[in-house]
């Protein structure tokens, strides 16, 4: 009876044993390794440098406060707002005060920049993660008067420099339009290096 107990348990240990390295340790190691050789710039976060200095991700947004950038979603993530280690929603629902209250707040003062204009949803709702970087093209162009503004720029120069960089759906179907915000705002301060 022993026996066949250590007879059945032998290869069930060395079974598990042999996965645990092959798909614990092996298979990963060799995704690394594949992603390194093939693709290090997303393997190691698609982070954009300036010189030797991360400035940030084109996976991950980031809040631009001055008048002078265009401005991402809001966001829930972390106590103030886009901190990639604390990645989460708002957890309210659509029955919450606050959250209606926060949303007619931020849509008011953004319907004052632009009277008459609706004010796109995505500049005033988060998205679930709270780090979107991007933000739908009619977002992006909502803020093309502020921003020429404050520039000092023609806002059609402007409007033309948010349209050239419009993300369009991969294969023409797959996801949204969008704009990625430190994209633009990077190409932004490089076409007005100066002003």
């Given at each position: 009876m022993l026996s066949d107990l250590r007879s059945a348990l032998r290869p069930a240990l060395v079974l598990t044993l042999l996965f645990?390295?092959?798909?614990g340790l092996?298979?990963?190691?060799a995704l690394t390794g594949i992603?390194?050789?093939?693709?290090?710039?997303?393997?190691?976060g698609s982070l954009v440098r300036e010189g030797d200095r991360v400035i940030g991700s084109?996976?991950?947004?980031?809040?631009?406060?001055?008048?002078r950038?265009?401005?991402?979603?809001?966001?829930a993530a972390g106590a103030n707002g886009y901190d990639a280690a604390a990645s989460a929603g708002s957890n309210l629902g659509p029955a919450s005060k606050a959250l209606a209250e926060r949303v007619r707040n931020d849509a008011q003062a953004l319907a004052a920049l632009a009277p008459g204009r609706p004010v796109p949803p995505d500049l005033v709702t988060t998205s679930a993660s709270g780090l979107d970087p991007h933000i739908s093209p009619e977002a992006a162009l909502y803020q093309v008067d502020r921003v020429a503004k404050v520039?000092?720029?023609p806002a059609e120069q402007v409007r033309a420099w948010v349209q050239a960089r419009i993300e369009y759906p991969l294969l023409g179907f797959i996801g949204e339009?969008?704009?990625?915000?430190?994209?633009?705002?990077r190409a932004l301060d490089r076409e007005t290096k100066g002003n």
């Open positions: 645990a390295l092959l798909l092996a298979y990963p190691l992603g390194q050789a093939l693709f290090p710039y997303q393997a190691n084109a996976l991950i947004g980031q809040a631009f406060a001055s008048d950038y265009f401005h991402g979603r809001p966001s520039r000092g720029l339009s969008r704009v990625n915000v430190l994209a633009l705002n």
